[in-house]
């Protein structure tokens, strides 16, 4: 089934704790990205990545990072998390960067940082 | 991406026919218009994509005027699973890196 795939679905974490969210997809889609969503703002793009090996900020990338080693995964990292990045974050690909191919997201991770 | 304007809320019951409309009066020549829809805490899903005149799949109908200045999903026989936020994305790049979802109409269905 063809599906992007994040975990996991709910991360709990304090302060100052790594953590690593990861995305993989199966689609071999060249384009992939990070959003998170939080109550009243809608979904707000974190990283975007065109290719291996070609990631890009989005509109809120501060306190983020993100490696595209593989076309499959799209691995986001929070180094040193803090409670404003309590959040809702999503995962998508899609066919290419361009264009109007569909969007496809993974189902989510709750993230609480205390 | 030209900018949409949409209904934030709409209440509808079930089995009765529901129509969005998004208005995007800057449309441009090569942009398509794209609906997505979220029900609560999972992704976005691509519903349905048209340029012009009108769109049917399994999921819904858009109906696109000549102008272009706006759109219409239509969801036929609505059901409480249908109750969910619907995005209206209109752009020659709204499937990558330019993709900007505003707030949505909120859907509600009820029984």
């Known amino acids: 089934e063809a599906q992007v795939t994040q975990n996991p679905r709910y991360l709990i974490t304090v302060t100052g704790k790594k953590l690593t969210v990861t995305c993989s997809q199966n689609?071999?889609?060249?384009?992939m990205s990070w959003y998170r969503q939080d109550p009243g703002l809608g979904l707000r793009q974190i990283y975007y990545s065109m290719n291996v090996e070609v990631t890009d900020k989005g509109d809120v990338p501060e306190g983020y990072k993100v490696s595209r080693k593989e076309k499959r995964n799209f691995p986001l990292i929070l180094e040193s998390p803090s409670p404003n990045q309590t959040s809702l974050y999503f995962c998508?690909?899609?066919?290419?960067?361009?264009?109007?191919?569909?969007?496809?997201f993974g189902n989510g991770t709750r993230l609480t940082v205390t | 991406l030209a900018k949409t304007t949409q209904p934030i809320s709409m209440d509808s019951y079930e089995g009765q026919e529901v129509n969005i409309t998004c208005s995007h009066n800057?449309?441009?020549?090569?942009?398509?218009i794209t609906w997505y829809q979220q029900f609560p805490s999972q992704g976005p899903r691509f519903i349905i994509q048209g340029y012009k005149t009108k769109v049917t799949n399994e999921v819904a109908s858009l109906f696109i005027p000549a102008d272009r200045k706006s759109s219409t999903l239509s969801l036929p026989r609505v059901s409480l699973s249908d109750t969910a936020v619907y995005y209206c994305?209109?752009?020659?790049?709204?499937?990558?890196?330019?993709?900007?979802f505003g707030a949505g109409t909120r859907l509600f269905v009820k029984a």
């Open positions: 689609m071999n889609h060249e384009y």
């Open positions: 994305l209109v752009g020659e790049d709204t499937g990558g890196f330019k993709t900007i």
């Open positions: 800057n449309i441009a020549t090569n942009d398509y």
């Open positions: 998508a690909s899609s066919l290419s960067g361009t264009g109007v191919p569909p969007l496809h």
